[in-house]
């Protein structure tokens, strides 16, 4: 066993209603039998990783990630990873996202009908004087930077890597919230509140299961040339964060 070894301990849930794809259910065996052998070799090395799986059952979206959150805190879980069961992914997704080292993490994907948006957010708040309460409005990054780490206010949880100290420190419901906004969406925000930091790694690329088609990067790129959106001509440069290179 290799000296200053430490065990990291990680939830994988599968949130979703229950209606997997077909085209799924290979990928996902893939990348579970990935890590299976991910966890083996560990055992010799610095950092081991131990996986657990926690079954939510088929209910609302929002519930099932609350579901989650509170069987990884009770089972006293590092991290918690998230992949929904309409996504793609490459079998090294997990240690893609780990090695970042990051409190709140994702991978590039798209919106499932056109015109394939990513779904990576730079959010405008501020206080409205007529119903007395905050708000927020979360645009698309069009212009996201390509393969790098990048910044952001907010992403779509198709898959979403978070350190559980982030949950620790926020105050439940974390999830399970009455919004306009998607859950995963009004869950950066409230993170962001805490202090905590929101990342999309665009060089781990997913795929979006559609009717008929499996929507990528690539495919969504090249339905805005067809469609001559020209996203860096109305967008110009993302700058609102830093960004860095992936190795």
Known sequence: MAENHKVVKVAI?????????????????????????????????????????????????????????KNSLEAGMDYLWMIDDDMIADN???????????????????TRNPPFKPVIYSCIDGWDPIDKKDYFINHYIMNYPKDKLVECDAFGFGTALIKMDVFRKMKPPYFALS????EDILFCYNAKKYGFKVYVDTSTKLGHLGNPIKVTEDSAHAYWKESNLQVERHN????????????
């Open 92 to 110: 090294d997704i997990f240690e893609r996202l780990y090695r970042h080292d990051v409190d709140i993490v994702g991978g590039l994907a798209f």
């Open 236 to 247: 110009g440069e993302y700058i609102k964060y830093k960004t860095t290179e992936v190795s």
């Open 179 to 182: 919004s306009q906004t998607g």
């Open 13 to 69: 849930a599968i949130p979703n209603n229950g209606y997997t794809q077909v085209e799924s259910y290979e990928n996902r065996l893939l990348n579970f039998l990935h890590l299976g052998r991910l966890a083996e070799r560990s055992k010799n090395e610095p950092v081991e990783f131990d996986f657990y799986f926690f079954v939510i059952g088929r209910t609302f979206t929002p519930m099932a990630r609350e579901e989650a959150v």
